[in-house]
Structure formats: C-alpha cells, structure tokens
C-alpha cells in the first residue's frame, strides 16, 4: 500500500515535526511534511483528534477528510487528565524540530505547555501557530467554520443563482490554503537558517489564508470601483465564454480569454457572424452579450460529446476540458501513474485518495500510505535522531530583520497568476527575483489588447493585477527567440538558485533553456515547469487557465444542489492553488539542494493541485462505490448550515451550527427555547429532520436585520457566523484594517495602490512590501550592467536590436517585425 522508497531516505527525513490541537491547516501542513519523509507525531486526546469525526464517513465510520490529512503520520496519545501530561507533551516538542499549533482553532484537550520556556529549552525550534483570524482585532475569538471563514473572505457571494442564495462548498478549502501557506512559512525558515541561529516563530491567519483566492478580485474591484455582482451559476466578471456546458455525453469546461482563442473558438462552432466583430475582441465585451452568443453555441455544443470537443480543442488551443466524475479520476490510469491518485489503508478499510502535487524528478514524494489509528507509531518513526542543543550566537540583525530566503535568486518565466504568485512569494520572503518578459510577448495579466491606442497610452502599465502579483520583483526584457537574449538568459540562470516557468512545457526546451541544458550550466539549479497537466501527460499539449483547473479537478461536480450542473467555484480557483502548491515545491527541491549541492527539475501539473478540495469524496467513492452526494449549501456533518438573506439588496450571512451547546444557544437566540431544550434535538443527525423548519425560523431572524447586525448578535452569542462579502468589501473591512493587512505602494502611472500581506507573520506586523511592480524592462540596465558585467554601449545595443527594451510592441509592430526578420 505505500511507496517502495523508505522514507528515511526520503528529502524531509532528517526532520520530526510534532503537532498539537485539531485544525486542518496545521494537519494539511504536517502531511505535507510527511509527504516527503518526515517523522510526524500527531498529538491526540485518548478519544482522538475531532477531525476523526468529520463527516463525511466510510462504510466503517471513519472521517475521510481525517484519511486525507493524516496518511504516514504517526500518533502519540496523552490523556490531559493524566499528571505528567504536560512533561510528557513539552519533552515529545523538545525533541522535535519544527511544532505545528492548532489549538487556537480547537486544542482538542491538549495539556497545558509554556511555550517561551520550550523554546528557550530548544532554541533551534520552528514554531507555527494557526489560528481562524489571529489573536488581535475585531474578529479574534470569532466563532468560525470553512464556510464562515469563505463567506467573510469574499469566496462566496459571487457564486450561485443571480437571485441567490449564494452556492458554495460545505467545507474542506481554507484548511488546504492555509496549510500550503504554514508549510511555506516553515519551510522556508529551514532553507534560510544559518549555523547556530534560532528557530523562527510564525502566526498564520486561515482567514488571510483564504484571501489568496480573493486578492485578484479584490484589486480588479479597486481598479474598476464596485461592479462586481454574481451573475448566475457559472457566470464571471469580465470573462465570457468561461463556465461548464452540457455536450451529448459529459460536460465540458470553458474558458476563452485571447483574440486568438476566440477566433478559434468561433472556427470550431462555425460562428462566422462573432469571429471578427470587433466589439468582441475582449472578454467584458462578450459578456456583454452572452446571452446572445450563448444561444447560438450552446445547441452546436450538444452535437458532439465532451472527449471529442476536447480533441477539437487541442488542435485548435482552445483552453477547454471535460469535467470529470469522481469515478472518472479514480479509472485515471495516468493519475495514478504520477501519484495524483495514490493507495491508502485506514484500519480495516483500503481505498484510494489524492496523493502529493508537488512532483519533485529527483526527490518524489511518498505514494500512498497508512492512516495511523488513535496511538499507533508507523513503523519508520522511531528511526535514531541526533538532536543537538546549540548556544546562540548573538547577531547584530534579529531573524526578523534577516528574511528567511535572503541569498537565494529565482529567475522567473512566469505570467498570469500562478507562477508570479509563486515567484512573489519567495520574493515576499526575502528572495531576489528577476522576472524576465519581452517587449514582443509581456505578461498576458499587464493586458491581452494589443490595438494601437492600449499600447500608445501605456495600459499595460496600469493594470491593478499586475502591480499585486509581481511586487517585490526586479524585471528584465529579453527577446528570447533571439541568440543573443538565450545567452543572456544563460548567464542569469548560471547565477540563479530557482528557475520557474509556466509556459507550455515545450517552449523553453525550443529556445533551447530546457532543463538538460541548464542542468549542465548549474548543476545546484532547481527548475519547475507549471504546465497544467504534466510534462509527460497525454494531454501535455492543453492550454489551461485556473478555472480550466477547477473544471477538471471533479470538484464542480460535489458543489450545488443535487439536481444542479455543476457548478464553479471561482473565476480562476487554481491559479492560486498551483501558486502556492509550486512554492511547496521548489522550497522542498532547495532543501535538497542546500544539503546536496544537487538540483532537480520539478514537473508540476497544476490540476493535481486542485484535487485536494474533492479529496474525501474521492476517498468515501473508492470504498463505496456511491454517488458523492451533493448537499448545496447544507453540510454533511453539522446542522443547521447555510447562506441565509439578510435586510437590504443582495445581503447574506452564513451560519453554522458545530455542537450541541451552540444549537441550543442558537435556538434561543431566534426564540425557539423548545427547540432549545428538546433532548431529542441535541444530536446533528436528529436535526436533520426538522433541517427546514430551522432554516425558515433563521430566515426569519436575519432578514429582520442587516448583516453585519445579524453577525454580531449571532457571534456574541458564539454562534458560528459570516457575511457574505464581495471582494471590494475586504479593502475596507475592519479586521483586515486592524491588522495592517493592506499596505500601501508606490508605482509610476498607477500611483499610491493597496498591496495585500502574506498570511503569515513573525512579528505583530505584516512582512513588509520593500519595492513595487517593475514596469516593462525597468531594471534591465541594473541588472546587465550589474550582475552580468556589460558596458553602456553593449546594452544600448540590445537595445536599439530590440532584444532589450521598455514598451510594449502593438500588435501591427509585432507583425512588421516577424516579416523583417523572416526576410
């Protein structure tokens, strides 16, 4: 059932990890640590971690989502009541290098430890502490759940019917988010620590957390002002054809944004009268007439099935997928060949779950494992480990002042959303990154339009998107397509720790900056191609955008109403996801290298980042067989839960109900006291039955008061509760105000502009934004001249042949200069 390579010898292996409490993102996090061979110990009450419990179950009554989170970790069992409870849990995080704390979310009878005195003990110790919202501001000691946390964070109310209410998932998102950003806050305090030095302590917010997914909206709305609204099941801001439509057999994900994808799209669905309307060059203006359009493609789309428009698509690179079933991605020959899908034994029980994303060549993740019962060891836990208690040496700068990745320098090939937020994330940690563009192809997110007016105002430096993704980042323009920009490109990578790029996988290998030759040039290199399926995947060749991920990923199919299609969750849910799943990655790959002076490449295939949000339907389908039941905005564990209408336009709250001590305060609340002592309704499952009676009664209760009202009665009364905020909400929400979350820079043509943290912090305050967005080519003399030693007169040169150079070619010049070059 696991992988033949032991993991000690795995990359992590060297590492034990302790963590205490019940919360999915410090388990999300372990597990990632167990991924690559580290010896997890998970620290649980005699009646086991809460998340054993979570809904929903196998045919034995185990939590698949506890399956997901906790294979090849070990678990070690200390009864709170017991008196040598505290000792026996502070000598376990004595012995370990890095602890994960969950108890802020829940502390699952955890017994009481001082942790300034552990970590003066253990001064090396790596310290996470999670926690729903932080221990400061408005919202610290907020009762939350997934969804609560989401409808807060902006996820929510843009999805569903026009009318409402809002859609959304009953749970399993922010704890993977938040999880990827704990493993990266840790992670990168390992490849960063120098000999001697203290371990870093870090906070981490999964409300922030979340924001990852929201920060794009959040910006477009700044830029835009407010226009945001949710326009219908599938249906998206500025994007259009972009959802899932019906074919003969299957359903098919859409997502056209370029001119040329357009066009191609409307050659396979002989839509001549669109083709070339220049009113629909750009996606808002399609929107514009969806209705329209759609009326024309839509029956042409139910004349073939979803696998044959997706060959269609292929040849024609159109951004466009079948959707699959849960079904569909357990018979996937060639998930299971890469680890997407992986073999899992849970007691008695043997299935199938989603397996690590982070598809390190040299340097793989386990496949597959062992879920631990309540005390068990696995059996390569106890392997011998040498700690060694070092005296500090005191420096003039704290590790606050020095940035964990200070040193290290990632050359970036990146555009969009997922590999700049990669790339800004290392960059936001201390890292010095170069982001390469070129005058003849910049990053798409500075503006697909390339008509003459878009260029001569400079558009594609005012593009709000842009600004936030690629902070923190020095820029260079090189022609890549010429000799003399490949070895240009050649001496920075020569110079470089990281190299990213999410291009189709062939386009580097063609300019001739695959991975064989740089491995040559700098055998310490790590490289990561983000391509959406794999390098070696039969469909290698798709072009995909971050909701062409989420359409293939299955989970539209568990989200909505039973009798719904399948519904979206965001515009773009994936490139976040394969950001941060690719910052995973290469942190893990420089571990490596740090230790062994060997690089590798890393084929990460960004759809797999996106498998972990279906990841317990997909582990209760591989042991029973049945349809995942789909709940809309009910839960398969806690009653009542859902998104109910509040007084005003358009306002909602989500509210959920986790225990029997919060049903019976909810109860009187909105003045049920019957409910509230009725024995026979202490249970979940007992309320099940009266589930709309109480929705009504909740109903009732909160459209006599406006959201925010209904909120704060609801959380006095410690009663899970969100509202449902857009995105344009949070730039001014309080909680993120007091926390300083939104900073502010400076850049040319856009001005003064807001700049989200990073969800993690050492101190009280955010990590600091030092440098705003290059403009096009802004550091090119810099870093010529500078790093790579050449004179004025050779750059001018550059740049006078346009290998170099700092605005944007129209689409007019770009054709006049192929036609000088091919002649």
């Not at 996606?283 to 969806?290: D, V």
């Not at 068990?376 to 964990?404: G, K, W």
């Not at 759809?607 to 009910?634: Q, V």
Request: hydrophobic share 40%; net charge neutral; aromatic share 8%.
């Amino acid at each position: 059932m696991t992988d033949k390579t032991a993991p000690s010898k795995k990359v992590l292996s060297h590492f034990r990890i302790v963590e205490i409490g019940s919360s999915a993102a410090t388990s999300y996090c372990a597990r990632l640590f167990s991924d690559f061979g580290a010896d997890v110990q998970k620290v649980e009450p005699p009646a086991g971690d809460p998340l054993r419990r979570s809904a929903p179950l196998t045919p034995c009554g185990q939590s698949a989502w506890f399956a997901f989170l906790s294979f090849n970790k070990s678990s070690v069992v200390i009864d709170p009541a017991k008196p040598d409870a505290s000792a026996r849990l502070s000598a376990l995080i004595e012995s370990c290098d890095i602890l994960l704390d969950g108890r802020d979310i829940d502390s699952a009878n955890c017994p009481t430890i001082d942790i300034p005195v552990i970590r003066k003990r253990r001064p090396e110790l790596i310290y996470l502490e999670a926690s729903w919202f932080s221990r400061e501001g408005p919202y610290a000691g907020f009762a939350a759940t997934d969804s609560t946390v989401r409808a807060l964070a902006g996820l929510i109310k843009l999805i569903g019917p026009v009318d409402g209410p809002p859609l959304h998932a009953p749970d399993f998102q922010t704890g993977i988010l938040a999880g990827l950003w704990g493993f990266i806050a840790a992670a990168s305090s390992i490849t960063g620590r120098k000999q001697r030095e203290a371990g870093r302590s870090w906070s981490l917010s999964v409300f922030e957390s979340s924001i990852s997914l929201t920060e794009y909206l959040m910006f477009e709305a700044f830029e835009r002002g407010d226009v945001m609204r949710r326009l219908g099941i599938n249906r998206f801001s500025r994007a259009f054809p972009w959802g899932i439509y019906e074919t003969t057999k299957g359903w098919l994900g859409v997502a056209v944004e370029t001119p040329a994808q357009w066009r191609a799209f409307c050659d396979m669905l002989a839509l001549s009268e669109f083709r070339d309307d220049p009113t629909l060059i750009v996606g808002a203006e399609r929107l514009q007439r969806a209705e329209q359009i759609e009326r024309q493609f839509t029956p042409r789309l139910k004349t073939r099935t979803a696998r044959e428009w997706f060959a269609e698509g292929l040849k024609r690179k159109i951004p466009i997928v079948p959707m699959p079933e849960v079904s569909d991605l357990l018979q996937d020959s060639e998930k299971k060949l890469r680890g997407a899908i992986v073999p899992l034994l849970f007691g008695q029980e043997e299935g199938f779950t989603v397996g690590p994303a982070q598809r390190l060549t040299l340097t793989p993740p386990l496949r597959g494992g062992k879920v631990p019962a309540t005390g068990e060891q696995q059996v390569f836990a106890n392997r011998p480990r040498q700690l060694i208690s070092r005296p500090l040496v005191e420096s003039p700068c704290s590790d606050v002042d020095r940035q964990p990745l200070d040193g290290i320098r990632v050359i970036d090939f990146t555009m969009g959303w997922a590999g700049p937020l990669c790339t800004r994330t290392l960059a936001d940690l201390g890292a010095d990154v170069i982001k390469i563009e070129a005058i003849q192809y910049p990053d798409w997110w500075r503006g697909v339009d390339r008509r003459q007016a878009y260029i001569d105002e400079q558009m594609y430096e005012k593009t709000a998107r842009f600004c936030m993704m690629n902070r923190n980042k020095r820029g260079i323009t090189l022609d890549l397509t010429r000799p003399e920009g490949v070895a240009l490109a050649k001496s920075l990578l020569a110079r470089a720790d990281i190299v990213v790029d999410n291009y189709s996988v062939d386009v580097l290998p063609k300019l001739g900056l695959g991975y064989d030759v740089l491995r040559a040039l700098n055998p310490r290199l790590v490289m990561m191609s983000m391509s959406a399926f794999g390098s070696n995947s039969i469909y290698r060749d798709c072009r995909a955008y971050g909701s062409t991920l989420e359409q293939a990923s299955g989970l539209p199919g568990v989200i909505g109403n039973h009798d719904d299609r399948p519904v979206m969750s965001h515009v773009a849910f994936g490139d976040a996801v394969g950001g941060l799943n690719g910052c995973v990655a290469v942190l893990v790959a420089l571990i490596h290298a740090q230790n062994t002076g060997h690089g590798q490449f890393i084929d990460l295939a960004q759809i797999e980042c996106m498998m972990p949000f279906a990841a317990p339907w997909i582990t209760l389908h591989s042991m029973d067989a049945m349809p995942p039941k789909r709940y809309g905005n009910r839960h398969p564990q806690f009653v009542p839960h859902g998104c109910f209408r509040c007084a005003g336009e358009d306002n909602w709250l989500v509210v959920a109900v986790t225990d029997q001590d919060m049903w019976h305060r909810l109860a009187l609340l909105i003045g049920r006291p019957d409910w509230a002592e009725d024995a026979s309704l202490k249970s979940a499952e007992a309320r099940r039955s009266i589930e709309e009676d109480v929705e009504k009664e909740i109903a009732v209760w909160t459209l006599a008061r406006n959201p925010d009202q209904a909120m704060s009665e609801l959380q006095a009364a410690k009663v899970a509760a969100g509202v449902a905020q857009l995105p344009i909400d949070l730039l001014k929400d309080r909680h993120l105000q007091s926390r300083a979350f939104l900073q502010e820079s400076e850049r040319p043509f856009i001005g003064l502009h807001p700049q989200p943290s990073m969800p993690v912090r050492e101190g009280a305050g955010p990590v600091a934004i030092h440098m705003a967005a290059p403009t096009l080519g802004q550091h090119n003399n810099e870093i010529l001249s500078e790093l790579l030693g050449l004179s004025d007169a050779e750059i001018a040169q550059l740049a006078r042949e346009g290998i170099i150079g700092t605005a944007m070619l129209s689409e007019k010049e770009l054709i006049k200069k192929k036609d000088v070059t091919n002649n």
